[in-house]
Antibody
Framework: EVQLLESGGGLVQPGGSLRLSCAAS????????MAWVRQAPGKGLEWVSA????????YYADSVDGRFTISRDNSKNTLFLQMSSLRAEDTAVYYC?????????????WGRGTLVTVSS | EIVMTQSPATLSVSPGERATLSCRAS??????LAWYQQKPGQAPRLLIY???TRATGIPVRFSGSGSGTEFTLTISSLQSEDFAVYYC????????FGPGTKVDIK
């Protein structure tokens, strides 16, 4: 059974950068697309970014396009989110999530999340 | 962007009763609709996809219906572990989520 574990969250100043990682267990990581979804404190869910199984097709929400970069290392079963020019409104728990089937973009497995706080 | 709305914002239900949650899309999403359950401090869990298909391991008391712009999640007989927040999400276009319905104990 695949499991997802995020890391890399923390406190960062506005304008700063942070890199999140998501380690996946199991041997079929490259066969499915992955995504990042965030949740601001006390708020709902917001899709942030997604990437194809091969890693050659990244996608971004308008709110992060040009500031965040998604990537993956299939040899290490790891998904990344490089975040730069961070703003207070980027403060949230960031979840990595596995695409349910064929880049349909519903999410059948979620990690436990990592908290990113953007504050001076 | 497809905007998702959910009603009610809060639903108070007694254990054993039926709960009906509604979700509406600002334009047709066909059957590309998923439902998630989230408990405090936990990640969301997929309940339903394709508007009507239960995800692996989801009890039969959870059922989904609808297509186009109007969708419903029904919990036939609420158990104590079902008190949570429920989100709908469309994936006909880039994913967007509804604001959630909190189901609490009456």
């Amino acid at each position: 059974e695949v499991q997802l574990l995020e890391s890399g969250g923390g406190l960062v100043q506005p304008g700063g950068s942070l890199r999140l990682s998501c380690a996946a267990s199991g041997s079929t990581f490259s066969s499915y697309a992955m995504a990042w979804v965030r949740q601001a404190p006390g708020k709902g869910l917001e899709w942030v970014s997604a990437i194809s199984g091969s890693g050659d097709r990244p996608y971004y929400a308008d709110s992060v396009d040009g500031r965040f970069t998604i990537s993956r290392d299939n040899s290490k079963n790891t998904l990344f989110l490089q975040m730069s020019s961070l703003r207070a409104e980027d403060t949230a728990v960031y979840y990595c999530a596995k695409d349910g089937a064929g880049s349909n973009w519903y999410f059948d497995l979620w990690g436990r999340g990592t908290l990113v706080t953007v504050s001076s | 962007e497809i905007v998702m709305t959910q009603s009610p914002a809060t639903l108070s239900v007694s254990p054993g009763e039926r709960a009906t949650l509604s979700c509406r899309a600002s334009q047709s999403v066909s059957s590309n609709l998923a439902w998630y359950q989230q408990k405090p401090g936990q990640a969301p869990r997929l309940l339903i996809y394709g508007a009507t298909t239960r995800a692996t391991g989801i009890p039969v008391r959870f059922s989904g219906s609808g297509s186009g712009t109007e969708f419903t999640l029904t919990i036939s007989s609420l158990q104590s572990e079902d008190f949570a927040v429920y989100y709908c999400q469309q994936y006909d276009n880039w994913p967007t989520f509804g604001p959630g319905t909190k189901v609490d104990i009456k």
